[in-house]
């Protein structure tokens, strides 16, 4: 397995340009989430989902678009990219009881370092 | 609203010492977890913990669960140079188990 993989590793962005970050997993999780984190901040909860075709927002949603067509995608949208999304922004995903694996766990993605200028 | 706080912040050990990293979460939650952060990587999951009195250990990391108090312990035993990393608490909320809220981390230096 591959686990939770996230494209790009790295992105520079100009104000008010839009981008996709990807997120993909192969552990058959229906939960899904997007965090950012920011220096002395932790991180902090976008938006997530409990299964395909359901969303709901975080802590931080303001700025960033979500869905989920299938299983194992769990795309962020950025519509337009200011400089206060400046980020590392990371892709997680957890089973459920009724998947293989360790349900209890949440695995985390390798992340995506964006800049916007 | 949910909030978790960990303390300390900061901290720098010599190699050999003992200490303590707290997490206290404002409100009832099923699952806590421990990660480790190494610079400029991904997070490392090191424990989750279930139940009141909860109690976890992998090698010189310890990690404990009091529900009614609403504090986890992360606790370190005779420090080594390789513990030096960015240890976070996260909480889950009942039945949102995809949902985690994040301490702010405990930066930890060892020194020889």
């Known amino acids: 397995n591959a686990g939770v993989t996230q494209t790009p590793k790295f992105q520079v962005l100009k104000t008010g340009q839009s981008m996709t970050l990807q997120c993909a997993q192969d552990?058959?999780?229906?939960?899904m989430s997007w965090y950012r984190q920011d220096p002395g901040m932790g991180l902090r909860l976008i938006h997530y989902?409990?299964?395909?075709?359901?969303?709901d927002q975080g802590e931080v949603p303001n700025g960033y678009n979500v869905s989920r067509s299938t299983t194992e995608d769990f795309p962020l949208r950025l519509l337009s990219a200011a400089p206060s999304q400046t980020s590392v922004y990371f892709c997680?995903?957890?089973?459920?009881?009724?998947?293989?694996?360790?349900?209890?766990?949440?695995?985390f993605g390798p992340g995506t370092r964006l800049t916007v200028l | 609203e949910l909030k978790v706080e960990q303390n300390p912040l900061f901290l720098s050990m010599q190699e050999g010492k003992n200490y303590t990293i707290y997490c206290n979460y404002s409100?009832?939650?099923?699952?806590l977890y421990w990660y480790r952060q190494d610079p400029g990587k991904s997070l490392e999951s090191l424990f989750v913990?279930?139940?009141?009195?909860a109690v976890k250990q992998e090698g010189r990391l310890m990690a404990s669960l009091d529900t009614k108090a609403r504090l986890s312990t992360l606790h370190i035993t005779a420090a080594v140079h390789d513990l030096s990393a960015t240890y976070f608490c996260?909480?889950?909320?009942?039945?949102?188990?995809?949902?985690?809220?994040f301490g702010q981390g405990t930066e930890l230096s060892v020194k020889p």
């Open positions: 913990l279930l139940s009141n009195g």
């Open positions: 989902s409990v299964g395909a075709g359901i969303t």
């Open positions: 997680a995903s957890k089973g459920t009881s009724g998947t293989r694996g360790i349900y209890n766990e949440q695995f």
């Open positions: 552990m058959n999780h229906e939960y």
């Open positions: 996260a909480v889950s909320l009942y039945n949102q188990g995809g949902k985690l809220i």
């Open positions: 409100t009832t939650s099923d699952r």
